[in-house]
């Protein structure tokens, strides 16, 4: 084989889609290798004759199968069972099943413009259908109806001869105005101006008793057939109204789920093909759409409303470039006047020669105003409104920075292409559960110094400062995903039932209080929310428990203050020099101790006899004997009362030794608010 056409790829197309299609096609249904036991069970869950009529004609098999006299159960079932009620039997009209259910609920064309529509029969009687335009239905009416209003007055030879030619069933049939619950046989009588005349004519032309008995059986079978026919009006009727209550209540459905999961209503029924068909066949089966179905399409409905807003924000984006670049080729134009211009009072003064037009688009003004943002001023000469330009410039431009640093910084957290079309759920990295360190300093800020991490907005903010020198430009890839902090507020957020995704999971998480319980320190410590995440750096795994305000009430020695170690160390004026020289403090991982297992609470609980007066828990002792009294009043010798085991008071520090205190006996280099309190009389009197 020549070794330079070895490596060759193949000339010849590989023929994929047709052999995909063709093993798509080998295979048959399964529901044509079903007894007709099992599709009449299915088909007795429908309650409708239109979907029996529709998998009648789905294949010559079923069709054949379906139409036998043996399945005649299947339409009389689904017919009894049809909704807003069942329909009457059609052989008072001499009418099949399947003929019937054709009947009603086959399409059809308008009488008037002949256009193809889905609206049943005006008239079942006459077979006249409408669509949903009212001038075709007025137009066709008053060209071609007949309406009597008083049937008695007309002369017998009349009333004869209008005996058997069909009418409508209401007037209602033709016009929206009339009361459509007034029918034949009280209502006023409407029938086909052709039809009228036609008959009015053979009866002029020949004598009655021949025409009686030309139209024997018709004049027999008329009140039967009417009767048929305005019982099928009436339940049309109803099932129009059931059409717009369902309508109704699936639009309401609709509204409440996009406002619950951030969509626009219009954009989720217009933009979402899923949800527009299972809109649509739930309306048109009469059916209310529920919670389970929006859930088993959802995750296809977000990706098709993504997909749809990034075309609308893309086609959008083009015309604001368009406009934009217009923009600034008439700027461009107004300073190549201005410079040309002798005027002194020139709007715009350009000093020096002006740049070509292809030149001047790459500067930096001009390039702002080319961007696709849809908030870009109108470059404008007065100073006003470049003030105003400049402003709207900036704010678009910061509004572009962010989103650029939410892609970049959801890559580090693991979700680079997280994208959603919803309003109310939050990028992953403005979430609680988002921290960050610096990788290049390692250095957090004095506003983030006890979270030991930094959040979103600390991140946009962040300033490194590794050295002085030499200047680091901002970017999203300096900066590593904390995990330490990131479990533990993943745990926080399911411990407290916070939806980290909802916007308002921040107020949500403000408002638990003091009431977090670490359980993997020795100690009791108690703390808020926002402290989770800098104490969690002190363990590998944090562990820890939602408790109740009377059991958080009941383990701290004293309430803790908010943010007092930010303004005891992160201030440096006269008031915080001598609160920390001043104030005293304890310390919180000696004195506050865990709760003991039920079985030492049961030991501690035996009775136990204590002296009257408030001294150590020391057995009562005998009275002493009174001694002599002397005249002048000495000699009275009252008994020493001292106390046994005394209680161990709780140190006291001052500031720097309280962080002496916790840096050797517990490992903690940087006090946070649940390490110490501060001892006030209150606090002294509970831990004595």
């Known amino acids: 084989m020549d070794p330079d056409t070895a490596h060759r790829r193949p000339r010849k197309r590989s023929k994929k889609t047709k052999a995909a299609t063709q093993s798509a096609l080998s ?107 009212p001038e075709c239905r007025d137009s066709w009416t008053n060209t071609n109806v007949g309406r009597i209003t008083n049937f008695d007055i007309l002369s017998s030879h009349d009333r004869k001869a209008l005996a058997w030619i069909p009418l409508a069933e209401s007037p209602a049939c033709f016009s929206s105005k009339e009361n459509p619950t007034r029918t034949w046989p009280e209502a006023d009588k409407m029938y086909l101006k052709s039809t009228m005349d036609a008959a009015l004519a053979e009866y002029a032309t ?20 009417m009767s048929f026919y305005v019982t099928l009006y009436h339940w049309r009727h109803k099932r129009g109204g059931l059409e717009r209550q369902t309508k109704a209540e699936n639009e309401n459905f609709g509204k409440a789920l996009a406002e619950k999961e951030g969509y626009v209503y219009l954009e989720l029924l217009n933009g979402s093909a899923t949800y527009q068909a299972l809109h649509a066949n739930r309306n048109k089966n009469l059916e209310l759409i529920t919670r389970l179905d929006y859930d088993v399409v959802s995750a296809q409905i977000e990706a098709e409303m993504i997909s749809i807003r990034d075309k609308r924000d893309r086609r959008s984006d083009e015309a604001t470039i368009r406009a934009n670049r217009a923009q600034v080729e008439q700027h461009y134009q107004r300073l190549v006047s201005t410079s040309r211009s002798q005027v002194p009072s020139a709007p715009v003064a350009v000093a020096g020669p002006i740049p070509y037009h292809a030149h001047y688009q790459p500067h930096p003004v001009p390039r702002c105003g080319q961007q696709k943002d849809k908030e870009e001023p109108r470059l404008s000469p007065t100073s006003l409104n470049r003030r105003r330009s400049s402003i709207k410039l900036l704010t678009s431009e910061l509004v572009r920075w962010r989103k650029d640093a939410e892609v970049a910084l959801g890559a580090t957290l693991g979700l680079p292409e997280w994208k959603t079309a919803r309003n109310n759920k939050l990028h992953p990295v403005a979430r609680l559960t988002a921290r960050w360190n610096c990788g290049l300093c390692g250095k957090v800020g004095s506003t983030y110094k006890f979270d030991e991490c930094l959040d979103y907005q600390g991140v946009c903010k962040h300033e490194c400062t590794k050295s002085k020198k030499q200047s680091s430009s901002w970017k999203a890839e300096h900066f590593v995903k904390d995990d330490k902090a990131v479990n533990a507020m993943i745990k926080l957020v399911k411990l407290c039932g916070i939806d980290a995704e909802d916007p308002g999971s921040f107020e949500a998480m403000a408002a638990i209080g003091t009431r977090i319980l670490c359980l993997s320190c020795p100690a009791a410590i108690v703390m808020r929310p926002s402290n989770v995440a800098g104490h969690a750096h002190r363990h590998e795994d944090m562990d820890m ?19 007092l170690a930010m303004k005891l160390m992160g201030h440096d004026d006269y008031k915080v020099k001598q609160a920390q020289k001043t104030w005293m403090y304890g310390c919180r991982h000696c004195q506050q101790l865990h709760p003991p297992p039920v079985e030492e609470k049961a030991s501690a609980s035996a009775p136990t006899v204590t002296e009257a007066a408030p001294t150590a828990s020391a057995p009562a002792a005998p009275d002493p004997p009174m001694a002599e009294t002397q005249p002048d009043g000495e000699g009275t010798a009252e008994p020493e009362k001292k106390e046994k085991n005394p209680k161990k008071q709780p140190k006291k520090f001052a500031f720097n030794g309280l962080r002496s205190h916790l840096k050797e006996k517990h490992s903690i280099p940087l006090p946070h608010d649940e390490d110490f309190y501060r001892i006030l009389e209150d606090n002294a009197v509970k831990a004595a």
């Open 27 to 133: 295979g048959s249904a399964h529901i044509f290798k079903l007894p007709l036991e099992l599709i009449a069970e299915i088909l007795q869950y429908t309650n409708s004759p239109k979907d029996v009529l529709a998998m009648c004609r789905c294949s010559k098999s079923l069709c054949s199968t379906l139409l036998k006299p043996e399945s005649g159960f299947i339409w009389r079932s689904v017919r009894q069972n049809c909704l807003p009620g069942p329909l009457p039997d059609p052989q008072a009209v001499n009418l099949t099943e399947s003929a019937f259910a054709a009947l009603i609920f086959d399409p059809g064309h308008c009488i008037m413009c002949e256009r193809p529509t889905q609206n049943m029969y005006s008239s079942w009687s006459l077979r006249i259908r409408f669509c949903s335009r």
């Open 206 to 225: 020949s004598t009655s008793n021949v025409v009686d008995k030309r139209h024997a059986l018709d004049i027999t079978r008329s009140p039967l057939k």
């Open 545 to 563: 428990s939602l408790l109740s305000q009377s059991e958080a009430a009941a383990l701290v020695v004293a309430p803790v203050d908010k943010d």
